[in-house]
């Protein structure tokens, strides 16, 4: 534990040095955030500011990844085959998420890649991550740890299609969470820190080091995305933590306790889901004034950063909780 947090700590420092010729870089390349005709008001604002500063996250977690495990091969000739899948998750789905991101910038301004081309990449992603973590990682078994249970339980391969679920939902759960300064990042940290505490319980060496290097590099980013935001994560990054995060999840055996760690996410995709449903089903009601969530708040007069704090707290809380259930 003590070399993962530190390896947090230089993983922050070092994205720090380079979050700011980051932010030069896109703005000379005219990455610039394009808002939402529909989407609230006060966020036109936001207009222009550089919109993939995901980049900054996913490369340091690559790069400080890589160069640990290259060290644990020359000193112990191991491999931490453990951390392969869900860097692989984290690389792909920041591959996508990028595409996505510049189509929003050059091809179709504010939107980006269509939703239903997306869903069907960010599946075709998670249907290889189960794969490799059902067959090869968990050696043909699906494991399954249930609150107050003190056995795994096995369900068989079912777990293949239970993990496209859960990989691809948490990628678009954290995706539709990117949308206020700050929030994103925090939420997406305090997940990694809980399922880190998780794995370390559970003797998961590597894995405890790939979720406390991705809570530096998140604290980094969040750095330069603190109110009024100098760069936003991006799909390139939200989808990407995301997706990762989905796989962690798998690897600890603890996929049942996600939706509590993960409460924000879900909640704010849930209100999503919840608001197309609706309004198709009455012919144009909304269940809320706006979608995602935070937005609907924002609507009902609450301040960005009063949001954004108020998720911080619950986030944590959650993660707390979930440590808690899987302790029992």
Known sequence: MAFALTLGGVTFLMAVIWGSPLIEFMRRMRM??????????????????PAMGGILIVGWIVLISVVVNIVQIVQALEI???????????????????IDDYQGFRLRPGEGMRARVKILFQLGIALVAAVFLYWLVNGRNGWMAVPTIPVLLDIGVFYIPVAVIIIA?????VNITDGLDGLAGVIAAAAFIAYGIIAFLQDQQFLVILCFITVGACF?????????????????????LGGMLGVVALMTNQWLILPVIAAVPMATMLSTTLQVLYFKRTGGKRLFKMAPLHHHFELIGWSETQIVQRYWLIG???GMLGVALALV
């Open 220 to 240: 980094a980013f969040l750095w330069f995305n603190a109110k009024p935001a100098q760069m936003f994560m991006g799909d390139v990054g939200s989808q990407a």
């Open 316 to 318: 944590i809380l959650a």
């Open 32 to 49: 610039g955030k394009q808002i939402r005709i529909d989407g609230p008001q006060t966020h036109l604002a936001k207009m222009g500011t």
């Open 169 to 173: 939902g948490t990628a678009n759960a």
């Open 80 to 98: 931490a085959e453990s951390v392969a899948v869900p860097l692989g998750v984290l690389v792909a789905y920041s591959i996508l998420g990028g």
